[in-house]
């Protein structure tokens, strides 16, 4: 079935540095949605992307959806300690509306 | 604040009993998804709702079930409690029934000892 493959699983950086993350699959995805988890709270979604190729940007944040369809990249620029917490990549599973998670990758940032 | 609401925000109980969590959608919103966010699992599709009618199915046990009821509000009935099934739950709500971008609730931690 379809998968979402996050890397790194998690991350460990300085504040001020900047951070990329992606998400790959096997399978072509139409849509794909980046969300940030703060602990003890529901995922929040950040960026949403529709079209190949496509560059969005939400603040710091910049997302891509990859030419294949079948990966997509979050950077986040001269992070914060607020960017702290979980960022998960999604997209639909076929024309149902219901999301497929990747596994999320952990950031953390020290002052 | 994603406009979802949830109650509980946790809810410890033993294996074996039977709970129910609540989620009320965003204003004007008709589909209701449930989710479960476990360590081992990560977030995984259980059910959606739409308009009060089942919509889709994802990977969600026999001894669950839910509903969404006129003022579109959906609980979802956990039974038969077993230690496994101690995770996170999620709603997330949409206006229409296909794809759309999901708005999701705080969660209820549910702790079964």
């Known amino acids: 079935g379809q998968q979402l493959n996050q890397s790194p699983q998690s991350m460990f950086i300085q504040e001020g540095e900047d951070v990329s993350m992606n998400c790959t699959s096997s399978s072509i995805f139409n849509t794909w949605l980046w969300y940030k988890q703060d602990p003890g709270e529901g995922p929040v979604l950040l960026i949403a992307?529709?079209?190949?190729?496509e560059l969005t940007s939400n603040g710091r944040l910049t997302a891509q959806f990859g030419i294949t369809r079948k990966d997509s990249f979050l950077n986040i620029s001269a992070s914060i300690p607020s960017d702290v917490g979980i960022y998960f990549c999604a997209g639909p599973r076929g024309s149902q509306g219901n999301l497929i998670f990747g596994k999320g990758t952990k950031l953390s940032v020290k002052p | 604040d994603s406009g979802v609401t949830q109650t509980p925000k946790h809810l410890i109980t033993a294996t074996g009993q039977r709970v129910t969590l609540r989620c009320s959608p965003r204003?004007?919103?008709?589909?209701v998804y449930w989710y479960q966010q476990s360590l081992d699992q990560g977030l995984q599709f259980l059910i959606q709702?739409?308009?009060?009618?089942?919509?889709a199915k994802g990977n969600i046990l026999e001894r669950f079930s839910a509903q969404q009821f006129p003022d579109l509000h959906s609980e979802l009935n956990l039974s038969s409690l077993e230690l496994g099934d101690s995770a996170l739950y999620f709603c997330?709500?949409?206006?229409?029934?296909?794809?759309?971008?999901?708005?999701f609730g705080p969660g209820t931690r549910l702790t079964v000892t």
């Open positions: 709702y739409y308009n009060g009618e089942e919509r």
């Open positions: 204003s004007g919103d008709l589909s």
């Open positions: 997330a709500s949409t206006q229409g029934g296909g794809w759309d971008e999901q708005y």
């Open positions: 992307l529709y079209k190949a190729g």
